[in-house]
């Protein structure tokens, strides 16, 4: 439920999505793309629950913005649009303040306002009766937790006191004992309810705890003793169990912060080891890990081999082996053997972190069921307020009919007329949904991808990386000059270990393995799409695809068809050339994952079409694709010519989707409706860029969100359903005369429960 509000002329109402890639044939290039979401603007809405929680451990001290600042600061009254509305109002008005950021499941209010204007914002804060709280150190105790507790037992006494009036009241004791009971009670537990009430009244709104309020003193006036004790009782009862509920929800993402450790034992400079707090351990530091021992940090293994579970952050099932030079993720599990690792990212910067970050920023963004939620609670409440305001005044007036008893049903209604149920509906499936796939290693950036992934109709996939493991290996080497063997790899091997493209790092691992000594290389250059330039000894060679020696004019036909039969055999050639002639071909090949043919099984099974969009030429596509059963080709793919595709795929309306390595093919993945960056772990650009980051390289997790994507597309229905379906039953039985306050309370409250319950049952898919 994250809503930003600009107030200030210069500060922006859309902020950037923005994502990185590099060429599709062989050699990064930088790119960047923007695509912006709308999040229309907020809603002034009711809602019912003042849980308290912790605060998340994303929420860091203020940063300067320009000549702005930004702060975040936590509200633990604020869980929904209710206290949203007042609090927009109030700050709204106040000129040193430029933009809000509401974050409600966290409760965190994110203000940017002029320098010297914090104290003046937090007075306005707690002048409509909230705490504002600057967050500190992570895990201290908050304050609202503790009055939680303390809630319970007046609760208590004002709930015997509520069953004694009602028991006098059968009992036909007097009427002043069942009054001095039930006012007794209301004062216990309904002091909190008519102060908030009263605040939201002078403030023009009209929330749960303003119509509970001229509820419960209705009844009181009509000397409906019993029943108006027992409306608050339940009223309070039932908030207080909701929001118990609704932390379920909220906090989901956050059991991951407790995969960490505290300590990690680190090695000290003379030497010896010792256990050090792991928010303190630097980059470079090397770390030790046991057997059976959490991992505190990310880091590359420089000593040992072991298995490590990292089902925590991929949702693995199988521990993966681990060596020297392989990485390790904080929150994973080293089950085996000992491990020594150097560190390579603080605690507040590890994969973990940024995934948990990640979520919290996700379940701040509307989805579009939500957006239409809102838009609806909005009409709603001042139209069921109507019908109660006519309920009490036109059968009195115009039909002779009771005053008290149309006033006894006005406010009935009044009760009914909260969307309580309705408005945390949404938001409360929606972050359940986040964090079920989080758990499962598939980090999605909001809820309106969770929502879009229902509708996907094709998938472009890219190919290296993603299809097949992106490591290939060199198979054949042809000479075609007389420079000789030796001279050509050299020459080719430097040029290759310049590039981090996987196909150059075969040419040039096989080298390695080979010991060939490479050429130094100067003015290296990477040519977008096609390959590198360098020079050696004074003269230019370029190492690249097909196309680059075709354009350069210096393809022969015997040189044509060497290469086509090489591509035929499913291999990616790679030509060696000066400016006057190519000088050797290299092929090498690349192995398909064995996911990839059940992923693409599992995506036609859904009905989702599947397309590859691959820099590689078509022969080598075509031989991956049949063996994974890709519906559609394209071979020879510029990144532009990747866009272009994705355009085509979508043509007709259809949802495109595309899988890619998160820092690759950026136009592609920015043009798709849904973007999956592949092997998203320990990749910061990734995860920071991408709309769906797979935690590792495993394919099956695209359709597993789509599942869970059509799930809870589902959940939102019935949810809505419900919240409105009760809400009619309840407005018909009390317009017929059948309705009661405390029936009113139980529909309210009660539907509440059931949607949020029903939301939660995401967690356990």
Known sequence: MHDSTDIGPESPQHIPHEKSGHDCCGLRA?????????????????????????????????????????????????????????????????????????????????????????????????????????????????????????????????????????????????????????????????????????????????????????????????????????????????????????????????????????????????????????????????????PGERIGLDGIVTSGRSAVNQAPITGESLPVDKTVGDTVFAGTINESGSLEFTVTTVAGNTALARIIHAVEQAQGAKAPTQRFVDRFARV?????????????????????????????????????????????????????????????????????????????????????????????????????????????????????????????QSIARAAENDRVKLFPIDEFEAIPGRGVRGVVEGRSYSLGNHRLAEEAGLCSPSIEQRIDALEREGKTVVTLSDDREVLALYAVADTVKETSREAIGQLHGLGIRTAMLTGDNPHTAETIARKVGIDEVRGNQLPEDKFKAIEDLGANGAVVGMAGDGINDAPALARANIGFAMGAMGTGTAIETADVALMDDDLRKIPAFVRLSKATHVILVQNIALALGIKAIFLTLTLGGMGTMWMAVFADVGASLLVVGNGLRLLRK
Not at 421 to 446: D, E, F, M, N, Y
Not at 448 to 459: D, F, I, S, T, V
Not at 464 to 489: C, F, M, W
Request: glycine share 8%.
């Open 380 to 504: 709603y409440t001042p139209a069921v307020f109507a019908i109660a305001l006519a309920a009490a005044l036109v059968p009195p007036l115009f039909l002779d009919a009771s005053w008290g008893e149309w006033i006894y049903k006005a406010l009935v209604l009044l009760v009914i007329a909260c969307p309580c149920a309705l408005v945390i509906s949404t938001p409360v499936t929606i972050v359940s949904g986040l964090a079920a796939a989080a758990r499962k290693g598939i980090l999605i950036k909001g809820g309106a991808y969770l929502e879009e992934g229902r509708k996907l109709a094709w998938l472009a996939l890219d190919k290296t990386g993603t299809i097949t493991h992106g490591k290939p290996v060199q198979t054949d080497y042809e000479e075609l000059s007389g420079l000789g063997h030796a001279r050509n790899r050299r020459i080719a091997a430097g040029l290759a270990a310049r590039s981090d493209h996987p196909v150059s």
């Open 30 to 290: 930088a790119s960047r793309v923007h695509r912006e979401h709308d999040d229309p603007g907020h809603a002034d809405l009711s809602c019912c629950t003042v849980a308290p929680a912790m605060a998340p451990a994303s929420v860091s001290g203020s940063q300067q913005t320009g000549r702005n600042i930004r702060t975040p600061i936590r509200i633990m009254q604020m869980d929904c649009p209710t206290e949203e509305t007042l609090i927009r109002k109030k700050l709204g008005a106040m000129k040193s303040v430029k933009s809000l950021e509401f974050n409600l499941m966290q409760r965190v209010l994110t203000v940017e306002h002029t320098p010297g204007s914090l104290d003046a914002i937090l007075d306005a804060i707690r002048s409509l009766g909230f705490t504002p709280d600057l967050p500190g150190p992570a895990g201290k105790p908050d304050a609202a937790a503790v009055e939680s507790e303390k809630a319970w037992r007046p609760l208590a006494l004002a709930g015997a006191a509520a069953v004694a009036s009602e028991a006098a009241s059968w009992s036909g004791a007097s009427a002043w004992l069942c009054a001095i009971l039930a006012i007794a009670a209301v004062l216990t537990c309904g002091m909190s309810t008519y102060k908030k009430g009263w605040v939201a009244l002078s403030n023009g709104n009209l929330n749960i705890n303003a119509l509970m309020s001229i509820a419960v003193t209705g009844a009181l006036v009509l000397q409906q003793w019993p029943e108006a004790a027992m409306v608050m009782v339940l009223f309070t009862v039932a908030e207080l169990i909701e929001a118990r509920a609704l932390d379920r929800a909220r906090h989901a993402i956050q059991g991951l912060m407790q995969l960490t450790p505290a300590k990690a034992t680190v090695r000290q400079a003379d030497g010896t080891w010792a256990d050090v707090d792991a928010k303190t351990v630097q980059i470079g530091a090397v770390v030790r890990i046991k």
